[in-house]
């Protein structure tokens, strides 16, 4: 069975400082890898996303993560935090089992922007 | 990106009756859908999986009587809470995939709605 951790369940940075939110996932098979942000009382808006080739993926608003099959990783980062960051951050992947992909959770990290 | 849609937004019913929530994806055939509850401070937990003219596959632990799920359409999916109760307050959210007519959509990646959050007196 899949599954998804993510490190410290509640991160603060200063503004204009480094973010990494920490996710390190279990998969018996090669892994479809997302990274999602939720809004306070809304849907999840996906960052980015791992699934084959490169890497290093490059997502919306100045994220980033790098996919460590080594270290079983897909940790986020931002080089500069800005106050619009603060938001709940979801580490996820994916059982690709069936055409349709069911998506396993991590349990969230929580970030904090402070001025 | 892709949008899929949610309604009502909230909704605030008595314990006993039952509450239908939508969800639409407007610009793309959603093949399979997904219903998720998420409680507060939690992550998301899915409930169930829905192809588009087939029974949904509940997970572990749901009551298929209890969460009803229809999937009518390449648009629409419909959760419906049956004789609600307090414990059935949440924040549930749907999320859709498949295919585009005009914008061609990958199936590896689920969209998506703003969520409902139901209250039950």
């Known amino acids: 069975a899949q599954s998804v951790t993510q490190l410290g369940s509640h991160v603060s940075v200063s503004e204009g400082a480094l973010v990494l939110l920490r996710c390190n996932y279990s998969?018996?098979?090669?892994?479809?890898l997302f990274w999602y942000v939720q809004y306070p009382n809304q849907g999840l808006q996906l960052l980015l996303k791992y699934t084959t080739g490169a890497t290093l993926v490059k997502g919306i608003n100045g994220f980033e993560a790098e996919f460590k099959k080594s270290e079983t990783s897909f940790h986020l980062t931002k080089p500069s935090a800005h106050m619009s960051d603060a938001a709940e951050y979801f580490c996820a992947v994916s059982e690709r089992k069936t055409s349709y992909d069911k998506v396993i959770f991590g349990p969230g990290t929580s970030l904090s922007v402070i001025p | 990106g892709a949008v899929v849609s949610q309604h009502p937004s909230r909704v605030i019913c008595k314990s006993g009756t039952s509450v239908k929530i939508e969800c639409r994806s407007l610009d793309f055939q959603a093949t399979t859908m997904f219903w998720y509850r998420q409680f507060p401070k939690q992550s998301l937990m899915l409930m169930a999986t829905s192809n588009e003219g087939s029974k949904a596959t509940y997970e572990q632990g749901v009551e298929k009587d209890k969460f009803l799920i229809n999937h009518a359409s390449l648009t629409l999916s419909t959760l419906t809470v049956t004789s609600a109760h307090p414990e059935d307050s949440s924040f549930y959210i749907c999320?859709?995939?498949?295919?585009?007519?005009?914008?061609?959509?990958?199936?590896?990646?689920?969209?998506f709605g703003p969520g409902t959050r139901l209250t039950v007196l």
């Open positions: 999320s859709a995939t498949g295919q585009g007519i005009l914008r061609p959509r990958s199936t590896d990646t689920q969209y």
């Open positions: 998969s018996s098979v090669p892994p479809y």
